[in-house]
């Protein structure tokens, strides 16, 4: 017979899943600031961390870390991803995405993909641009690894059709895409392009997975960071199809890595939906977070889980029209406990050391300390980024209350 687990428990399963009610520290002890072992861990956990460019409040692959292990050194992470044996890399996972390096190979089946796809696509840019390709591969290959810029700043000197900007940023990303280029970090958050053995070991770069068998292990990783999810949750982490998604569930059920379960109101129409649970994932009694969470959390990117797991309806606004935004510019959710709570507009006013709070919301049925805790939260928010102050602007439910607390 098949399990039952509750949603209230499937919600803090999934918390605990992505690294949260961790243990707090002993009374009258500060907690030792993360540092590279956590921060590793971290994404070993996740599998990935999202980016975006978007600079508003902090850039997003920054925030996970945060809402989860407090206030830590950016440049630490930094370190993880640069260097010259990195222990992360970016591709295109969920979106664009830091990953282990490890896991770099579970993706060469999209890298074919992307080419294949190109390969057969008489109207793609690769197709009339060959010769843009290989000089691309030839710069990289003398000048070692570099950031578009410094290409683009070189084939300005040069003569011919396809030498500009533009061009050079195309045909990097697609050469990115296939694998044929790799990340060697950021500077100034703009890519370093590199070929694949200035930044990887031979060892890496001679693992080849088989498709079936990366469809596999990603899905097992999603699991494990979910804890718990329908097939479309555990599809969605990776970005992966529905069909071989459904293998790769079937053969970890049988293999007994995955449970089969079902839940109360995950399926159509408030019935109970299937899911499956790792074999590993904690089923906590209690679970108490306080954190923001960034808009492409692994927590709520998916907006649709998010609704059937937090009862939280999340769009973000950035490309709506101010005049028609409903709750701000830059909203982050907030968790409190095991619920999702609120949500604050923040702007990061760099040049005035400023943590301004556009606007604050509490969803309905907030618990009465939401105000305090979430000004708690903002207090350590704010010293993460180094700002002395925090503002409450008056909009939103949750605004005077909030202001009173930071007062």
Do not use: C
Not at 115 to 133: E, G, I, V, Y
Not at 270 to 291: E, N, V
């Amino acid at each position: 017979m098949v399990q039952t687990i509750s949603p209230a428990l499937a919600r803090r399963i999934a918390l605990a899943a992505q690294g949260f009610g961790r243990p707090a520290a002993p009374a009258g002890l500060l907690p030792a600031a993360p540092g590279i072992r956590q921060l590793g861990a971290l994404v070993e956990r996740l599998g990935l961390l999202q980016i975006d460019s978007v600079n508003v409040f902090e850039r997003s692959h920054y925030v996970p870390a945060f809402s989860r292990l407090g206030p830590y050194d950016k440049a630490q992470l930094d370190r993880l991803s640069s260097g010259a044996k990195p222990r992360l890399t970016e591709y295109w996972v969920h979106e664009a995405s830091l990953i282990p390096v490890d896991d770099w190979p579970l993706f060469r089946w999209r890298m074919q993909a992307f080419r294949d796809r190109a390969a057969t696509d008489d109207a793609h840019w690769s197709q009339q641009n060959a010769p843009m390709l290989a000089w691309l591969l030839d710069e990289l290959a003398a000048n070692g690894p570099m950031r578009a810029s410094a290409i683009e700043h070189d084939a300005n000197k040069r003569s011919g059709p396809w030498w500009g900007w533009s061009d050079v940023k195309i045909g990097l990303e697609t050469l990115f895409r296939w694998g044929d280029v790799v990340s060697g970090g950021r500077e100034r958050f703009e890519r370093v392009y590199a070929l694949p053995e200035q930044v990887f070991s031979s060892e890496l770069l001679d693992r080849h997975v088989p498709a079936g068998d990366a469809h596999r292990a990603l899905i097992a990783q999603s699991a494990r960071a979910h804890g718990i999810g329908t097939v479309s949750d555990l599809a969605d982490y990776f970005r992966l199809a529905t069909a071989p998604t459904r293998v790769a569930i079937t053969e970890l059920e049988e293999s007994g890595e995955l449970i089969p379960v079902q839940v109360p109101g995950w399926g159509r129409n408030g019935a109970p939906g299937a899911a499956w649970l790792h074999r590993d994932a904690r089923l906590p009694r209690r679970l108490d977070a306080a954190a923001v969470l960034s808009p492409f959390d692994p927590v709520v990117w998916e907006r649709a889980r998010a609704e059937r797991m937090f009862g939280f309806h999340y769009r973000i606004e950035i490309y709506t029209p101010k005049e028609k935004r409903q709750f701000g510019y830059y909203v982050l959710p907030v968790l409190l406990g095991d619920a999702i709570v609120g949500r604050v507009d923040l702007k990061n006013d760099r040049q005035n050391g400023v943590l301004r709070v556009q606007a604050s919301w509490a969803e309905p049925g907030a618990p009465a300390d939401t105000a305090e805790r979430l000004a708690d939260v903002l207090r350590s928010t704010a010293a993460w980024q180094g700002l002395a102050e925090i503002e409450v602007v008056p909009r939103g439910t949750l605004a005077p209350a909030l202001a009173a607390e930071l007062a």
